[in-house]
């Protein structure tokens, strides 16, 4: 499977939740998926310096791009704040 074609899934999967991430002003956004399936997101908006958006990636973001795309070995967010 193309880099693109990976890349279009995630899409899909992020599609699936944001509108949980627009009600409250925020969104995501791939920055980078790498040959070894590695994939940078950043959250923008209110995402970006929500103190529970550790939260929002673990059980919302992490949790749909993982089940919908396997081949995804690690996800980084480039912004995620610590409580």
Do not use: H, Q
Request: charged share 25%; aromatic share 4%.
């Amino acid at each position: 499977m193309t880099t693109e074609e990976i890349t279009n899934r995630v899409e899909t999967a992020l599609d699936g939740i944001r509108p949980y991430l627009e009600a409250d002003g925020g969104n995501v956004r791939i920055l980078d998926l790498n040959a070894d399936n590695i994939l940078r997101l950043e959250f923008v908006g209110a995402c970006g310096n929500c103190p529970m958006s550790t939260m929002t990636f673990k059980a919302g973001v992490e949790e749909a791009i993982k089940r919908a795309v396997p081949e995804i070995k690690t996800i980084e967010v480039v912004n995620l704040t610590t409580a």
